[in-house]
């Protein structure tokens, strides 16, 4: 079964940086996605950034430049770098995975890490 466990969220001045961890097991799809989400007070879960199998990106336009997405294949980890925090990413992160690659929806998600950024 699959597992997702991320971590790395925190308070942080707008500005700064962040990276959120997702450590992930049990995956036996060679074609998959994983992906990152983020659900801000009052406002519906947002896609935020993918990466599929094949090494391929994708940035929800309010954060495309300032986050990265990648991930350590040896320690099968995915991570999401974080540059110039604002306060509109103030948000509940949670990575999920997409057994089908496609990177629409996802069937598996972590338990979600909070990110908080001051004015």
């Known amino acids: 079964d699959v597992q997702l466990a991320d971590s790395g969220g925190g308070l942080v001045q707008a500005g700064g940086s962040l990276r959120l961890s997702c450590a992930a097991s049990?995956?036996?799809?060679?074609?998959?996605?994983l992906m990152w989400y983020r659900q801000g007070p009052g406002i519906e879960t947002e896609f935020v950034a993918s990466?599929?199998?094949?090494?391929?990106?994708d940035y929800e336009d309010a954060v495309r430049g300032r986050f990265t997405i990648s991930k350590d294949s040896a320690k099968n980890t995915l991570y999401l770098q974080m540059n110039s925090l604002e306060p509109e990413d103030t948000a509940l992160y949670y990575c999920?995975?997409?057994?089908?690659?496609?990177?629409?929806?996802?069937?598996?998600r972590g338990q979600g890490t909070q990110v908080t950024v001051s004015s």
């Open positions: 999920a995975a997409d057994l089908r690659g496609t990177c629409i929806g996802y069937h598996y």
């Open positions: 049990g995956f036996t799809s060679t074609d998959h996605c």
């Open positions: 990466l599929n199998s094949h090494g391929n990106t």
